[in-house]
């Protein structure tokens, strides 16, 4: 940042000598202003073809001035273009290292194919809950944004073998693929499949036709943003105390109610023990809305004399707090 200011100014001095030297010589040696130009930039560079030379004492001394400040100044501004170039050059290089054995080491981490508007959304999302993720994207608009936001990045394009091999696809556990068409978001999951069969995908959908399609190419789950809020806006017409309660629970930074999917680890002490015995309600004061299994199967509103097994994802209602205090039981 400090040599691209140094660079400005310099460029700027450089500049205004060039103007000064045009207007001098055409007032003191009464040349055109394209040949005195001409002359500025001849003395300026040290060529000094002799074809227009001044014949005044005046002219003279006042090349004798230009020369020692504008030669001088011409010096610094190249020197300072170079060393600019050299050190965005060393930069990119240094930082594409280090990325890369930052996704070297990642392990069971997630892939965003696309940083656009929905992209952007996702990554803060997953920053704030603090899962590692690596994003790929090829604009450098982009690149710079998520740059600025401290997230591991690859440069490429995300329907490519080598790309994704690069983000780490191989360790990770999922891909979000958010490009702008449904073909580019096919050639993703297609890819991704072959690559790492057992990858948990999660398409964005721009048709509504294209869902299935989509589907059928390996996609876990597909997310039409036009579908999902139209029908947050019609909820907001038919049911608004219903999409309160959702936004309410779901939103992060809501700080009355929190919903959460919690699963039960292998050591969790609540293995075997029933709703009722874990004493969710009484000790942390959460609400078991439901639970779903590993074999995809939804448990609404569980009974009391629902046993909790292995596997199973909890989804808990109740406050922040207490969210945060059962989950470390279901991860003990």
């Known amino acids: 940042m400090l040599l691209t ?3 400005r100014v310099a460029v700027l001095f450089l500049f205004l000598i060039t103007i000064i030297g045009a207007l001098g010589y055409h007032f003191i040696e009464g040349w055109g202003l394209i040949e005195s130009f001409y002359t500025t930039i ?3 560079s040290t060529v000094g073809y002799g074809d227009f030379y001044p014949s005044t004492w005046e002219g003279r001394f006042f090349t004798v001035i230009l020369i020692v400040f504008g030669v001088g100044t011409m010096l610094y501004t190249i020197g300072l273009v170079g060393e600019t170039m050299f050190e965005g050059r060393l ?13 070297e080491k990642m392990d069971n981490h997630y892939i965003i194919c696309g940083c656009g508007r929905i992209g952007y959304h996702i990554c803060r999302e997953l920053a704030e809950a603090k899962v590692a993720f690596v994003v790929i994207d090829s604009n450098p608009g982009v690149i710079q944004k998520v740059e600025d936001e401290g997230f591991v990045y690859y440069r490429g394009d995300a329907t490519q073998d080598k790309t994704l091999l690069g983000a780490g696809i191989k360790k990770a556990k999922g891909i979000v693929s958010v490009l702008p068409t449904d073909a580019e978001n096919l050639y993703v999951i297609l890819t991704a499949k072959e690559l790492n069969p057992n990858i948990y995908i ?3 959908s721009e048709e509504e036709e294209s869902v299935h399609r989509l589907l059928r190419a390996g996609a876990d789950r597909v997310v039409s943003p036009y579908i999902l809020g139209g029908t947050r806006m019609a909820m907001a017409i038919l049911r608004p105390a219903m999409l309160d309660f959702v936004e309410i629970t779901t939103m ?3 700080l009355e ?8 680890c292998d050591r969790s002490p609540l293995i075997g023990k029933s709703v009722e015995e874990a004493k969710i309600r009484q000790d942390y ?8 299994k590993d074999t995809g199967k939804m448990i609404f509103n569980p009974l009391a004399t629902y046993n909790i097994e292995k596997g199973d994802r909890l989804i808990a209602l109740g ?4 969210v945060s205090r059962f989950s470390q039981v279901c991860l003990a």
């Open 91 to 103: 930069r990119i290089l240094l930082g594409r290292g280090k990325l890369e054995k930052i996704i």
């Open 319 to 322: 406050e922040e707090e207490n």
């Open 202 to 204: 999660l398409s964005r």
């Open 42 to 44: 001849v003395t300026l």
């Open 257 to 264: 109610l929190r919903m959460e999917e919690l699963t039960i």
């Open 5 to 7: 200011k140094k660079l």
């Open 285 to 292: 004061g959460l609400i078991i809305v439901a639970v779903k």
């Open 252 to 254: 992060r930074q809501s």
